[in-house]
């Protein structure tokens, strides 16, 4: 069974960084375009970024030049590191395939506020 377990989230003032963690069990990582996803409160769950097994990334337009996604494949990890971050990025962070195929982890909670 795939699991996704997300860490790194946290409370940060605006303007800052953070860099979140999904470890991910099986042997998928290698196949699968892998994504970051956030839920604000009251709102639907959304792709924020995704990334294809060789690297090739791509964004929403509201994280375009302030979020950066990556993946270790050996080690099953996927990364989103965040800079300049904003009050309206403030969310519930979640990793899974593009196309989510899998359970969902319990994801990582990101504020931003002063």
Do not use: H
Request: net charge positive; with cysteine; aromatic share 10%.
């Amino acid at each position: 069974q795939v699991q996704f377990v997300e860490s790194g989230g946290g409370l940060v003032q605006p303007g800052g960084s953070l860099r979140l963690s999904c470890a991910v069990s099986g042997s998928i990582d290698r196949i699968y375009v892998m994504a970051w996803y956030r839920q604000a409160p009251g709102k639907q769950r959304d792709l924020v970024a995704s990334i294809t097994p060789g690297g090739i990334t791509d964004y929403v337009d509201s994280v375009k030049g302030r979020f950066t996604i990556s993946r270790d494949n050996a080690k099953n990890t996927v990364y989103l590191q965040m800079s300049s971050l904003k009050p309206e990025d403030t969310a519930v962070y979640y990793c899974n395939t593009k196309g989510p195929r899998f359970y969902w982890g319990q994801g990582t909670q990101v504020t931003v506020s002063s």
